[in-house]
């Protein structure tokens, strides 16, 4: 089975500071992670993935995540908020191991994440 | 390309009426998924095909839910009867190959009053 938790369901920042979105995963094999985000009335769109490689994974719009395996968790990071970054945020994992895997993504409950100017 | 395209992006319709919606994939794109979204469960697979072949249906939710992917640039979720339970979100999303991401549609947002 596979399944993720974000724990937040909303966090709050000022402009220009940063700012971090908590995922945690959970796979009886080897994880495939990504982060979406999504505007109102939008659907959803990447941000950045980790396969294999290295830990910290740059994506889209200056945002980044660190793949942790010890404690399973693949948080989303941005140095410097923007206020255009205000959207809601989705964690996603796949299980890609041969006997437990399954080729789709199951996401998380989705943070929402609201950047003040 | 223009992505994936869902049509209709807005449907409403009266309970036990049949509703399809359609999907586009991306060209080339041999992964097709079918979520849906919804304030109190969230994002949830319902079903996926790959090169046209369904593989995991678990996540639709009853006999009054079908998908079919005649062919590798069509394909149509359909509910028959309609219930007033299944107003949601309804993405459909495409991906090429196993390591990659997947690419969502629009969303069709379905009212069924």
């Known amino acids: 089975a596979q399944s993720v938790a974000q724990p937040e369901d909303q966090v709050n920042v000022a402009e220009g500071n940063p700012l971090t979105v908590k995922c945690t995963y959970s796979?009886?094999?080897?994880?495939?992670l990504f982060w979406y985000v999504q505007y109102p009335n939008r659907g959803l769109q990447f941000l950045l993935k980790y396969i294999t490689g290295d830990n910290l994974v740059k994506g889209s719009y200056g945002f980044e995540a660190e793949f942790n395996k010890s404690q399973t968790s693949f948080h989303l990071k941005k140095p410097s908020a923007l206020v255009s970054d205000s959207a809601l945020y989705f964690c996603a994992v796949r299980d890609v191991s041969r006997d437990t895997g399954r080729r789709a993504l199951t996401f998380g409950s989705g943070t929402r994440l609201q950047v003040q100017p | 390309d223009a992505g994936v395209i869902q049509s209709p992006r807005h449907e409403v319709t009266e309970m036990g009426q049949e509703v399809t919606l359609r999907c586009k994939p991306i060209?080339?794109?041999?992964?097709l998924f079918w979520y849906r979204q919804t304030m109190m469960r969230g994002l949830e697979l319902l079903i996926y095909f790959n090169n046209n072949v369904p593989i995991d249906d678990s996540g639709m939710p009853e006999d009054r839910f079908s998908a079919k992917m005649p062919n590798a640039s069509f394909s149509t979720l359909k509910i028959q009867p309609s219930e007033p339970r299944d107003s949601a979100v309804y993405f459909c999303?495409?991906?090429?190959?196993?390591?990659?991401?997947?690419?969502f549609g629009q969303g069709t947002r379905l009212t069924v009053v």
């Open positions: 060209s080339g794109h041999d992964y």
């Open positions: 796979v009886s094999g080897n994880p495939y």
């Open positions: 999303a495409s991906r090429a190959g196993s390591g990659a991401e997947a690419f």
